[in-house]
């Protein structure tokens, strides 16, 4: 049997097939100002939160004056900077913040270590700085599932699997009603070899979020892995009946095909009869 890794979709994006769930979450100062009383860095952070880079950047490089801003301006800059993949632009402001925050911000701070430890983990030889980063987060929020998600997608993209499920376990449990969270945990175990203990999380995933694509998507991986073909397809075709987009049952759909050809098609046909323009260029890119 082939065996395959659940795909990351993480934030450490890693070309191959490893495992995790999605990591896109931002940690923001948020405020309650009306928009009269809000500060030109209120509004930077309102813009930030809503994804409106051009304009939130614009202003926080005029807040980077602002001694008493410069070091959230600059760590929202860096973040930014590492959403647009330009980890040398997002290292040189992250290296700006540092020493600009106030040490009571703890959880700001937290931020800032994980952005230092995203825009590092570009550089294959930074591991231990990268770590360093992620300890320093955790240390200051030890409640915070977020972090431990981070440093346990990290120790899979370094193959160090117990330690991704320690820390992913950790999240999940911090984190009962974040699908994200679990899946990670799931994956984790998976990477791991640990196929029995992975499918018990994603039974758990598809019972509580069984409208969601990725629920199904993953576990079909982990069914994959524990040679259950038939059942690995169908819970792929569940998915993409949810979302017909989903890149993770995309991605796997080749994998089963190339175990069990027939009986793949089989079941996509049937689907197919239903509703042609859904399924048609699925199958066709097959």
Known sequence: MKRILILMVA??????ALAGGPL????????????A????????VELYAADQVDEAYALFLKEMKNADHKGYAATYIGSMMADADEMDA???????????IPAKDSAFL???????????????????????HLQKAIDLQPNDAF???LRGKFYQKLERYNEAVADCAKAATLAPDDMGAQISWGCALDANNQFSEALKVFDTVVG??????????????????MAQYATATDDAIRALEIDGENRHALWLLPYLKAQDADMVLTKLKVKQAANPAK????????
């Open 11 to 16: 934030l450490f994006a890693v070309q191959s």
């Open 24 to 35: 896109d979450k931002k940690r923001v100062k948020t405020v309650s100002k009306s928009k």
């Open 37 to 44: 009383e809000q500060s030109a860095f209120d509004k930077a």
């Open 90 to 100: 997002a290292l040189n402001y992250l290296q700006q913040a540092e020493g600009n």
């Open 110 to 132: 937290a931020f800032f270590h994980g952005e230092m430890a995203r825009a590092k983990a570009a550089n294959p030889d930074a591991s231990a700085e990268v770590l360093q």
């Open 147 to 149: 972090y431990y998600e």
């Open 208 to 225: 509580k979020w069984g409208n969601q694509a990725d629920a199904y998507a993953y576990r079909a991986s982990t069914l994959y892995n």
């Open 279 to 286: 399924w048609d260029p699925i199958i066709a890119d097959l």
